[in-house]
Structures are given as structure tokens and as C-alpha cells.
């Protein structure tokens, strides 16, 4: 099956600093990215997601890049907040059914 | 519109001891799913529905049984608990290649 590797397994920037956490995987079927937000106590909540056949996708201060020769993908926050101070997933699809999920990147917004 | 509901919110359990999860969405949504969650691990799927009437193994099956009872429930079994499955549990529903709505989790502990 998909293996989603997640990195960095920790992360703590200073607010207003950019953060960036990446993905790789290992089946090149998989066609469809999202990343997830975990707060504390709470089920993941989707922030973004990306399709194989775009290469970047922008929502405010959210963006994410996928290189689908490399096969990795990667999240980026900018101007970062404390309020994004949370736990961050990838994961990914090719069945549009089943999904593979990455270990998590525990951010922390330093104010 | 609740989304995804669960229960119980916590439970313990004594090693043997049978009980299940349940889990509702209100979304009409086809697909069901049931990951775990352990520290350093991410998610890890247990089963899945991907329509009425169906369910699949996922990554961690092992100590599972799941009943998808109509198209808004899907129940996960712990029919003799151990302690390795303490964990998270979280219930999650999605169209196919849309956002997964994650239910707020069941917290499992094993004694």
C-alpha cells in the first residue's frame, strides 16, 4: 500500500515567521493531497487539499506545492499566528476512498 | 447539521471487556471510516464503508469487527479489548475526493 513520511516531526517558529512541513509518498497512483489540522482535544479539520493535476494551490496564508516526479508535497503558512499552533497531517489518495496519513507535525507559534 | 457525532467520549475498560463505538454523520455522505490514533503514529485506518451495505479491512483490523447499519452509522466492536488498544479513536465520513469530516473522538483506555 501508500507510505506518507511526515517532516518534521516538530516544529516551533517565532509569529510572523513562516512554517513548512513536508510529505512524501510512495505510490505515484495517488492522485488527490490533503492537510489536516489537529487542536488539542478535537478531530482533524480539513485546511487544504491538492489534486495531481495542479502543482500549487493558495488559500490566504495557506499554500501548498506538490512535485509529483519527486513525489512529495509540501504545506507552507506564512506570517504565522499562535492560533495556527497546532498538530498538522498529510495524507494521501488514490482511490478517492482510502486515505494515507502522515505521523504529524506538532507546530508551535511562538509570540 | 451536527456533521459527525461519536460516543462515548471516554471509556475504560478492563482487559476482556467487549463494547462499541458508534458513530453518525448527517452529511448523506457515502463512505465511513474508522482510524485510530497513537502518539508518533498519525492515523491509522481500521476499517472502511465505502457504501451501505459494505465495509473493508484497512491497515489495523486485528481485534476489530465494524457494522455499517445504514447509510449514517457505522459502529466499530471491540469484542475482547486488550490493552494495546488503548488509543483515539475517531470516526470520519466523506464524499469520494472531498473533504473528510472527522467526528470529535472516542478516548479508549485498556487496563
Known amino acids: 500500500g501508500e507510505n506518507v513520511e511526515q517532516h518534521p516531526s516538530t516544529l516551533s517558529v517565532q509569529e510572523g515567521d513562516s512554517a513548512v512541513i513536508k510529505c512524501t509518498y510512495s505510490d505515484s497512483a495517488s492522485n488527490y493531497f490533503p492537510w489536516y489540522k489537529q487542536e488539542l482535544g478535537k478531530g482533524p479539520q480539513l485546511i487544504i487539499d491538492i489534486r495531481s493535476n495542479v502543482g500549487e494551490k493558495k488559500d490566504q496564508r495557506i499554500a501548498v506545492t506538490l512535485n509529483k516526479t519527486a513525489k512529495h508535497f509540501s504545506l507552507h503558512i506564512t506570517e504565522t499566528q499562535p492560533e495556527d499552533s497546532a498538530v498538522y497531517f498529510c495524507a494521501a489518495s488514490f482511490t478517492g476512498n482510502q486515505f494515507y496519513f502522515g505521523t504529524g507535525t506538532s507546530l508551535t507559534v511562538i509570540p | 447539521n451536527a456533521g459527525v457525532t461519536q460516543t462515548p467520549k471516554f471509556q475504560v475498560l478492563k482487559t476482556g471487556q467487549s463494547m462499541t463505538l458508534q458513530c453518525a454523520q448527517d452529511?448523506?455522505?457515502?463512505?465511513m471510516y474508522w482510524y485510530r490514533q497513537d502518539p508518533g503514529m498519525g492515523l491509522r485506518l481500521i476499517y472502511y464503508s465505502a457504501s451501505e451495505g459494505t465495509t473493508d479491512k484497512g491497515e489495523v483490523p486485528n481485534g476489530y469487527n465494524v457494522s455499517r447499519l445504514n447509510k449514517r452509522e457505522f459502529s466499530l466492536r471491540l469484542e475482547s479489548a486488550a490493552p494495546s488498544q488503548t488509543s483515539v479513536y475517531f470516526c470520519a465520513s466523506t464524499r469520494e475526493f472531498y473533504e473528510q469530516y472527522f467526528g470529535p473522538g472516542t478516548r479508549l483506555t485498556v487496563t
Open positions: 452529511m448523506n455522505h457515502n463512505s
